[in-house]
Structure formats: structure tokens, C-alpha cells
């Protein structure tokens, strides 16, 4: 053995005539495991050896629409409860194997990098923690689209707002302070304005200081890749969240202040507030 790898190296550095039986067989041997440069390919095209093996779980809907946001990965694996109306993703992806049990599909499925989870909300917890579980990364994503006037309930028409503009029925923000109101209206909030309009044409706008986002879709896979954060990485998006999931606890027993204490995850002042704070799982799905 040692003779003959001897020999292989020293056929490798004999020059570019020297194309012996045993270097032909090196190269067979290496080739499948060759790496692709970038260059090679030609600007904007991404190796094979960094694109990322990508299962959708919940893709009918809007997790179908999610993958369109990957042209550049490789949907491995797709995972859905009702094949038929998930058609037109599979159809999308005739490579990807198929699945109905999101656990048979961890179970089975070797060489998943990511999913992408699509499912109603009462799934997002178990689903997205298995896969967590089993070291993929997780982009999850809520696709069904909430108003702030579902079930007949619309916040008050703040009094700065002029009586010749409308209250956006459809999405919006309002946040409350101090010195002032601020509207945001429209999915985003990318158009945040102080009301009434004037505050907001005499208000001076501070310099942009802060990095701009690629988009959350390529900022999760530069994530997955990389290790860097995202914009919105739990240390701003965990607490954020907790704020704005407490207002509805609070929204749910009338608007009554309540003490929130953050270390022990508990409202301290309202009992019935903390048996909102969790879903009760069947067996077999907790997590």
C-alpha cells in the first residue's frame, strides 16, 4: 500500500505528459467530489456545494409561496397533510420526495440542511422544535393572515388623526407614547408616519445609521450558511414578540393592566391571564 501511493504522488508532481494509469484513476476517483468555484459558473450562479437542502412542511398555502423565495437551494423534501391541494408545489418540485407525516419525513430523510414551515399556527411549536431537535435551521412562517378588526374588534380612531383620513381596516400599528402618536400602516411597517401630518412634516428626520436588510428570506440563508444573525435575531424579535403576545392576553381579560414577570414567564397579578399563556397538546404532540 505504501509502495503504491508512493507512486501515485510521484506521477501527480511528473508533469502534464505524464498522464499514467494510475494518475487517470486518481482523477476518476476525486471527481465526484470535486468543489466548483464560483467563477466557474459565472456571476450570479450558485455551486452546488453551497446551495442548501431545503423540506417545506405545510407548502399548499403560503409555505408553498415561501420556497419560490429559494430559486438558488435545493427543495429536497416536501411534506403536506392534503396532497391535492399541495399539487401545484409538488408539481413545482417533481424531484423532492413526498411526504404526509412531518415525523416519518425526519425519521427517513438524510441530508436536510433547513425547512421551511408553512403550517397553521397550532403546528408551528411542535414541527419547528422537532426540526430544531434534529439540527436543521427553521424559517417559520404564519399563513393565515390576521386583521386588527377580527372578531368585530377595531381599536379606537385616535383623536390626532384627521376626520378626512381613514383608519386602515387591513393591517396597521399604532403605538403610543409619551410625546405623541405614531401610525404605521400597511403590511411591514415600512411607512411609519406621525399623526396628525403635520408632526410629521415639521418632525426632522435623523440620518440612516442603522444596516439595511437584504431581505428576511436571503438574511435567514446567509444565516444558515455563515452563522451571522439576522436583523431580527431573537434578542430583539424574542422580546418584541413577548410584548405583543401579552397585549393580547391582556386584550382577552378586558384590558385589565397586568404584572408580567420575565424570568418566571408569569403574570403575577391575574390568574386566569397565565392559563392563556400556553395550549393544553394531546399526546403525542407536546413538546
Not at 507512486?7 to 499514467?20: A, D, F, I
Not at 408539481?91 to 403550517?119: L, N, S
Not at 434578542?235 to 405583543?244: D, I, Q, R, S, Y
Not at 401579552?246 to 403575577?268: E, F, I, M, N, P
Request: aromatic share 8%; hydrophobic share 35%.
Amino acid at each position: 500500500m505504501t509502495q503504491k501511493r508512493h507512486k501515485l504522488e510521484m506521477n501527480l508532481v511528473g508533469g502534464p505528459h505524464r498522464l499514467t494509469a494510475s494518475r487517470r484513476r486518481f482523477l476518476s476517483a476525486v471527481a465526484a467530489f470535486t468543489i466548483v468555484p464560483r467563477y466557474v459558473l459565472g456571476q450570479g450562479q450558485t455551486p452546488p456545494s453551497e446551495k442548501l437542502n431545503i423540506a417545506g412542511i405545510g407548502i399548499g398555502g403560503q409555505g408553498g409561496e415561501d420556497l419560490k423565495q429559494f430559486p438558488n437551494e435545493n427543495i429536497v423534501a416536501l411534506c403536506d397533510v392534503d396532497w391535492a391541494h399541495a399539487a401545484h408545489t409538488f408539481d413545482r418540485y417533481p424531484r423532492a420526495v413526498r411526504y404526509k407525516d412531518y415525523r416519518e419525513m425526519f425519521d427517513k430523510q438524510r441530508g436536510i440542511d433547513a425547512v421551511v414551515v408553512g403550517t397553521p399556527d397550532h403546528l408551528h411549536a411542535p414541527v419547528s422544535m422537532m426540526a430544531i431537535n434534529h439540527g436543521k435551521h427553521v424559517y417559520c412562517e404564519k399563513p393565515v393572515t390576521l386583521h386588527w378588526y377580527d372578531g368585530g374588534m377595531t381599536p379606537p380612531r385616535p383623536e390626532e388623526l384627521e376626520n378626512s383620513r381613514e383608519l386602515n381596516r387591513e393591517d396597521g400599528i399604532l403605538f403610543v407614547g409619551d410625546k405623541g402618536k405614531m401610525l404605521v400602516e400597511g403590511w411591514g411597517g415600512n411607512s411609519p408616519r406621525l399623526i396628525p401630518e403635520q408632526r410629521m412634516k415639521d418632525y426632522r428626520l435623523p440620518p440612516k445609521t442603522l444596516p439595511r436588510s437584504i431581505g428576511h428570506y436571503q438574511e435567514w440563508v446567509q444565516a444558515c450558511k455563515t452563522g451571522t444573525p439576522t436583523r431580527s435575531n431573537f434578542e430583539f424579535a424574542g422580546p418584541l414578540t413577548e410584548a405583543v403576545l401579552l397585549g393580547t392576553v391582556c386584550v382577552r381579560v378586558g384590558g385589565q393592566k397586568l404584572d408580567w414577570d420575565s424570568a418566571k414567564l408569569k403574570v403575577t397579578n391575574c390568574p386566569q391571564a397565565n392559563d392563556l399563556l400556553h395550549y393544553e397538546y394531546r399526546k403525542g404532540w407536546s413538546l
